[in-house]
Structures are given as structure tokens and as C-alpha cells.
């Protein structure tokens, strides 16, 4: 999953928050998003500027990386009327 997400932001120049990686525990979801982390920096350093890396790790930071259940929670609470929630 890492290797395939820092092809498609690095490689293909997709935003990291128009992607939604899914991970079965918040362990894992945490996890993952550590190992993305970690791996853009290695494979950015002495390739861009450092405000631009550090423009791609907030990004990275503020990307959807987390379960199934919080992704879903997110999306009920970014469109309550939507879904007929009372916000």
C-alpha cells in the first residue's frame, strides 16, 4: 500500500487527499500513515525544496488514512443534512 500511494502522489502527482486508504485497525490505520510519512521523506530528500516537502506532509498529515468506521463517521459529519442527521 505504500509503495502504491507514493507512486500515485509522487509519481503521478495525485493530491494525497483525493486518496482514501482504508486500514482495518486505528493501529494499523496509524501505522500506515507513519510508513507514508516516513517514506516521502526518504524519497523526497535532496529532490525538492523543503517547503515543498513540508507542503506534502501536511498534506499527507490531513489525508484520509484511518479505518473503515472513522472514514465513514467523517463523511456523516461533513454531509449531516444529506444523510438526514440532525447536525
Do not use: M
Not at 1 to 28: C, H, M, W
Not at 52 to 80: C, G, M, N, V
Request: glycine fraction near 2%.
Amino acid at each position: 500500500i505504500v509503495r502504491f500511494y507514493l507512486f500515485a502522489v509522487l509519481e503521478q502527482g495525485i493530491d494525497p487527499r483525493k486518496i482514501l486508504a482504508i486500514s482495518y485497525t486505528n493501529k494499523s490505520s496509524y501505522e500506515l500513515k507513519e510508513r507514508i510519512i516516513k517514506e516521502t521523506i526518504k524519497a523526497t530528500e535532496n529532490k525538492i525544496s523543503s517547503k515543498q516537502q513540508k507542503e506534502l506532509l501536511y498534506k499527507i498529515y490531513d489525508a484520509q488514512i484511518s479505518t473503515i468506521h472513522s472514514f465513514a463517521l467523517h463523511i456523516l459529519k461533513k454531509y449531516p443534512i444529506e444523510f438526514k442527521i440532525n447536525p
